[in-house]
């Protein structure tokens, strides 16, 4: 199994190969942008987890319509050029870099080679501390899938143990997405849920087919496993109804990466009024 160190090489490797997509991301950009400035209000306060490249954020528009904006991830350099590149001086913008959001680097690392010891340190994964939480938009920006590829390295394809540690990252990133929202404020969940390389048809499906095609695809089970929009708000509903009321997905569009294109998703979780006593 990979070193952990070796991993976040990997994935600031990842960040420099990606980085200079901005102009072909451009109408994926708009729409995340668009979906988390619905959400705002001239005194919110802002934190997207997995901000990157911010390839997918308007910096200077993101800036103009809030309080604060907090970019969290793992690559500090990339947080940084992508604040230079943008020219976004703006001083109600704060960078926190060098984080795993995810915790799956440190699950990896305290699991060592042991499936039963992984899935345990996902479950009870404390997530990280971030400066003035809580926030009044959570935003996960394509952090989901990642999860995947993170399992994929640590354990045997398509075995039991690496469905069971798949579920159990994606499970607690949503409850501490849920911890890190002020009451009555928001979450937004933005994931990609399937490729081109197994849905071809994406590459000339018009915007206006594409809800239609999402359910073809989901009837089909043609999806990242343990992304299917519907299970994820099952789960919510289910596990996270203390925590969690209204639940809106919004209408899904299409995100051009390099050689392929993904369906990407997006649910709204409401954080309740009322917070459940802890302890």
């Not at 960040?15 to 979906?35: A, C, D, F, K, S």
């Not at 997405?177 to 969940?189: F, N, Q």
């Not at 071809?200 to 992304?227: I, K, V, W, Y």
Request: with cysteine; net charge neutral; glycine share 6%.
């Amino acid at each position: 199994m990979p070193s952990a160190s070796s991993r976040i090489d990997e994935e600031k490797q990842r960040n420099r190969e990606t980085r200079e997509l901005w102009h072909e991301m451009g109408p994926h950009r708009q729409r995340v942008t668009r979906e988390i400035l619905k959400l705002c209000h001239p005194g919110a306060r802002v934190c997207v987890l997995g901000a990157g490249n911010c390839n997918d954020l308007d910096l200077p528009a993101l800036t103009a319509n809030c309080k604060q904006l907090v970019l969290v991830d793992l690559d500090q350099e990339a947080l940084e050029l992508a604040r230079e590149r943008q020219g976004a001086r703006a001083a109600n913008l704060e960078l926190v870099g060098n984080v795993d959001v995810t915790g799956t680097f440190e699950i990896m690392a305290n699991g060592a080679n042991s499936s039963a010891a992984m899935i345990e340190a996902a479950t009870h994964f404390g997530g990280p501390e971030l400066p003035g939480e809580p926030f009044d938009v959570m935003v996960s920006a394509c952090l989901l899938s990642q999860f995947l590829l993170a399992a994929r390295a640590s354990l045997p394809p398509e075995s039991a143990e690496l469905r069971r540690l798949a579920l159990a990252l994606r499970d607690r990133h949503l409850a501490l997405l849920l911890r890190h929202t002020v009451a009555g404020g928001r979450a937004l969940v933005i994931t990609d849920i399937v490729s081109s390389s197994t849905a071809p048809m994406l590459r000339t499906c018009q915007s206006f087919e594409l809800a239609r095609l999402r359910d073809q695809l989901l009837a089909a089970q043609n999806h990242f496993f343990g992304l299917n929009p519907q299970s994820l708000e099952r789960y919510v509903r289910k596990q996270l109804a203390q925590e969690c009321g209204e639940i809106k997905q919004r209408p899904p569009w299409l995100w051009s990466f390099g050689e392929r294109c993904f369906l990407v998703v997006a649910l709204v979780l409401e954080r309740q009024n009322q917070l459940a006593p802890t302890g």
